[in-house]
């Protein structure tokens, strides 16, 4: 069964620091790993996904198939990146397109 | 194009009742796929169709049902309510990019609170 981990439920660092989301992923075959955010009183909207090797936002994610995990990543954090992030899994090869997600990290950005 | 719609925007219902929530895609968007969002968890997948076809089924029991209409729109159905239905319940469409990338657009949500 696939299965996403996120082992940080909350992360505060303050404004310019680093910042890295852990994102751990349970799949047999080959996975498409996406990042969801949520900003306060938005719905949820796709950050990036690993297929596309794009930068949103500043943030930046790889996938590491040997550590299965799929960290997001930004240099400097800044206030407005503070938002619940959701780390999603889609199965390849299926006839569904339905994701797994992972329980999601609060994101706190102090100034 | 006002993204993905989803009505009620809230809900309360009792045990044992039946439930119907609606979700209306993007335009041009012919696959609508359901979650459920407890509080402090993330979305978990229900259901997903396609041209008015289930193509899967999250680890749900029966009393969840949904369909899909011509016009893309879909209905999720859950029977014989518990309190552990209370939830956010959301609608998402998606469509294929070119090259095969996936995109899924999510609804603002249904709250539906059992009693």
């Known amino acids: 069964a696939q299965r996403v981990t996120q082992p940080e439920k909350l992360l505060s660092v303050f404004k310019g620091a680093p910042v890295e989301l852990k994102c751990n992923y349970s799949?047999?075959?080959?996975?498409?790993l996406f990042w969801y955010v949520q900003y306060s009183r938005q719905r949820l909207q796709l950050l990036l996904r690993?297929?596309s090797r794009e930068s949103i936002k500043g943030f930046t994610a790889d996938l590491n198939k040997g550590e299965t995990s799929f960290h997001l990543k930004k240099p400097f954090a800044q206030e407005e990146d503070s938002a619940m992030y959701y780390c999603?899994?889609?199965?390849?090869?299926?006839?569904?397109?339905?994701?797994?997600f992972g329980k999601g990290t609060h994101l706190i950005i102090q100034p | 194009d006002a993204g993905v719609t989803q009505s009620p925007t809230h809900l309360i219902k009792t045990r044992g009742q039946q439930v119907t929530l609606r979700c209306s895609p993007i335009?041009?968007?012919?696959?609508v796929s359901w979650y459920q969002q407890v509080l402090g968890q993330g979305p978990q997948f229900i259901f997903q169709?396609?041209?008015?076809?289930?193509?899967g089924r999250g680890n749900f029991p029966d009393r969840f049902s949904a369909r899909q209409f011509p016009n893309y729109s879909s209905e999720l159905n859950v029977n014989a309510l518990l309190l552990g239905d209370s939830a956010l319940y959301l609608c998402?469409?998606?469509?294929?990019?070119?090259?095969?990338?996936?995109?899924?657009?999510f609804g603002p949500g249904t709250r539906l609170t059992v009693l």
């Open positions: 999603a899994l889609r199965s390849s090869g299926g006839g569904a397109d339905g994701l797994t």
């Open positions: 335009s041009g968007h012919k696959s």
């Open positions: 690993h297929i």
């Open positions: 799949y047999s075959g080959s996975p498409e």
């Open positions: 998402a469409s998606s469509f294929l990019l070119l090259a095969g990338v996936f995109e899924q657009f």
């Open positions: 169709y396609y041209e008015k076809e289930e193509r």
